[in-house]
């Protein structure tokens, strides 16, 4: 098994979802990692519940796999002075506390650069290392929103919506591990640490690019499509005679192939659908026309043919199917904790000549390894 960050010590002072996602990456790639939390209260999310997992959230447990807990008072002198013989010995300090914070602490890049010129500083903001709003606090929400996720997201005639899963608080923690790999080849090559910045904002401004790029391009500024897709045609949610049906249909040749699974080849050679242009200048028209030929029949067996003329189709699972389809369990992506046989979750996403990083241990408990660590 390829655990590339074994011997690398990480130091997270980290809340909510963000600083402690990307810590967790680096621990199931082998790094230890070393959860500073505040005594008596800890990491925020820890209290984001129900459902709670011994003394924690499920959510909490979801983002603090594969480290260590320590209790640490960073505004007391003991506190302080425990935190900097720990960095004597770490190779990455990341957090994504409030801004300014580690600097009134004496903890920022500039201080601890000087003391420990190896060290990676590795943080995450809400809205980026410069301009008016740098030192504002902001979770998830308000990054989709001011960032122009929410505003493209939800149905046509529907409210602006929040995007199900936290894109922002994980893909700026995905953006810190790879600012942290480049650091780490840097430091390799020269012995230098640095520091390494991403935002929540800067996340929601990349994950809408497409989008970004089109009004760009022509001035339009883009519209919610609910699940439907601005530049192909037919694609997104179709009702069936049954349960609904998600299609993709994403070229000239797979919607010929779509024709003919649905009966009308005719429709591949209509002016109005021949190429992708066309689909998407009458998308209504095709869309409509594709919804009233599934009704007539339920879903699966719409799935059946479209999967064998090789056109992407997918039910539209819930969480609990999708964790019970057949293609999680032949990957794997469920893991049973070793320390805990009561618990399971979802595995890493990575696989190394086929094998894939295991959890050494679930979450910690509050200040679990404090006496194992500082040695009080």
Known sequence: MLESFKGLRVVEIGQAFAGPFAAEVLGFLGAEVIKIERPGVGDEARKWGP??????????????????????????EKGHAQLLSLLETTDILLHNSR???????GL????????????????ISAFGNAGPMQHQPGYEILSQAYGGIMSITGEVDGLPSRSGPSVCDFGAGMWLVVGILSALLRRQQTGQGGLVQTSLFETSLVWASIAA????????????????????????YFDTDSEPIIIACASDQ???KLTCVLG????????????????????????????????TRPRDEWIDELNEAGIPCSPLNTVPQALKAQQTQALNMLVQHSDDATLRSIGFPLSFE???PTMRHSAPQLGEHSSAILKM
């Open 51 to 76: 459902p709670f997992i011994r003394d924690s959230s499920a959510a909490f447990n979801a983002v603090n796999r594969n480290k260590f807990s320590v209790e640490c008072d960073l505004k007391s």
């Open 99 to 105: 801004p300014g914070n580690m600097d009134k602490l």
């Open 108 to 123: 920022g890049y500039e201080s601890l650069s000087k003391q420990f010129p190896k060290l990676i500083f590795a943080e």
């Open 213 to 236: 790029s089109g009004y760009l391009s022509n001035g339009i500024a883009p519209i919610r499509m609910g699940a439907g897709h601005p530049l192909i045609a037919p694609y997104g």
């Open 254 to 256: 797979m919607f010929r």
């Open 264 to 295: 009308c080849p005719d429709l591949a050679d209509d002016d109005r659908f021949r190429d992708s242009p066309n689909r998407t200048e009458n998308k209504e028209l095709i869309e409509g026309i594709v919804t009233d030929i599934l009704k």
């Open 354 to 356: 086929g094998e894939r």
